[in-house]
Nanobody
Framework: QVQLVESGGGLVQPGGSLRLSCAAS????????MAWFREAPGKERQFVAG????????YPADSAKGRFTVSRDNGKNAAYLQMNRLEPEDAAVYYC????????????????????WGQGTQVTVSS
């Protein structure tokens, strides 16, 4: 059983940065494909970025390219989402997800691809 715990959310001004963390237990992160999703009030859960197991190749969504970076630290058994130049539209609850399978790239954005989910961390972007 894999457990995921997110942290690092909070209130940030437009243009600011935050780094979200996802601490994993039950499996080492190098053996998991992982992803970040977000969900704003009244909207569907949206894929932000994915990270494949093994080599850790990353796949950011178009909305994340150039601003958000997903990474992992095998020693700390954690994944991260570095978010820069945040905009009010980025405000949402951010979720970490993982799977022991090896999903194909086209399936990364689908919530059904992911077996395990964290509880979420709130990101608020406001002046």
């Amino acid at each position: 059983q894999v457990q995921l715990v997110e942290s690092g959310g909070g209130l940030v001004q437009p243009g600011g940065s935050l780094r979200l963390s996802c601490a994993a237990s039950g499996r080492t992160v190098s053996t998991l494909a992982m992803a970040w999703f977000r969900e704003a009030p009244g909207k569907e859960r949206q894929f932000v970025a994915g990270l494949k197991k093994g080599m850790g190749t990353t796949y950011p969504a178009d909305s994340a390219k150039g601003r958000f970076t997903v990474s992992r630290d095998n020693g700390k058994n954690a994944a991260y989402l570095q978010m820069n130049r945040l905009e009010p539209e980025d405000a949402a609850v951010y979720y970490c997800a993982a799977t022991t399978s090896s999903p194909i790239v086209s399936s990364l954005p689908r919530a059904s691809t992911w077996e395990y989910w964290g509880q979420g961390t709130q990101v608020t972007v406001s002046s």
